[in-house]
């Protein structure tokens, strides 16, 4: 089975600019999580969905980062206009939520450099 | 709210040594659900292991073990014999009834040397 496929791996961007981040879920799952890593807060849940709907996005740092999930198979997150401070290891991870112990599978995740 | 404490930031191990990873969660539910991830350096995140609430029973798997005591709020994780490939950064984490997703502490990074 594919495990979780985000891409690209790696994004250096200029402060300013318009990042999208990718991430396809395994096939099957109905809830899909991002996640961002930095060294200061270690990882921070950012939105989840389930079913595509967003339930909670309260870890979404401001209005710049934006999340969408148009099916079941692909979501993206968004960041306009990024920053510097932006720069982290961006996971995505899903599950299949049938029950609360359903353990989240990550994808290799994303490491952004915003310069 | 839901909340992980891993209190060693950074533990360094000669290999075949045992080391224990500490772990101590806050949470109000009654039912809730602790697990432990694997990052090497490579920056993955590897699913080890799941435990329930209700369920306080050690577990081992090979070289892995898991003390949950309910008690003191505490999912410790031994490697025992450790080797270098054991070398990695370890989060343990919470999830409950009420939420879907799972609150992770700032991880313990194990450096296993020769």
């Known amino acids: 089975d594919a495990g979780v496929i985000q891409s690209p791996r790696h994004e250096v961007t200029e402060m300013g600019q318009e990042v999208t981040l990718r991430c396809k879920p395994i096939?099957?799952?109905?809830?899909l999580f991002w996640y961002r890593q930095t060294m200061m807060r270690g990882l921070e849940l950012l939105i989840y969905?389930?079913?595509?709907?967003?339930?909670?996005d309260s870890g979404m740092p401001e209005d710049r980062f934006s999340a969408k999930m148009p099916n079941a198979s692909f979501s993206t997150l968004k960041i306009q206009p990024s920053e510097p401070r932006d720069s982290a290891v961006y996971f995505c991870?899903?599950?299949?939520?049938?029950?609360?112990?359903?353990?989240?599978?990550f994808g290799n995740g994303t490491r952004l450099t915003v310069t | 709210a839901q909340k992980v404490t891993q209190a060693q930031t950074e533990i360094s191990v000669v290999e075949k040594e045992d080391v224990t990873l500490d772990c101590v969660y806050e949470?109000?539910?009654?039912?809730?659900?602790l697990f432990w991830y694997k990052q090497p350096p490579s920056g993955e995140l590897v699913f080890l292991i799941r435990r329930n609430s209700f369920d306080e029973q050690n577990e081992i798997s090979g070289r892995y073990s898991w003390n949950f005591q309910k008690s003191t709020s505490s999912f410790n994780f031994t490697i025992t014999a450790s080797q270098v490939v054991d070398s990695a950064v370890y989060f343990c984490?919470?999830?409950?009834?009420?939420?879907?997703?799972?609150?992770f502490g700032k991880g313990t990074s194990l450096l296993v040397t020769p």
């Open positions: 096939s099957g799952h109905n809830s």
């Open positions: 949470t109000r539910d009654t039912t809730y659900y």
């Open positions: 984490a919470v999830n409950s009834n009420s939420g879907y997703a799972l609150n």
């Open positions: 969905f389930n079913n595509n709907v967003p339930i909670d």
């Open positions: 991870a899903s599950s299949y939520r049938r029950e609360s112990n359903s353990p989240l599978h």
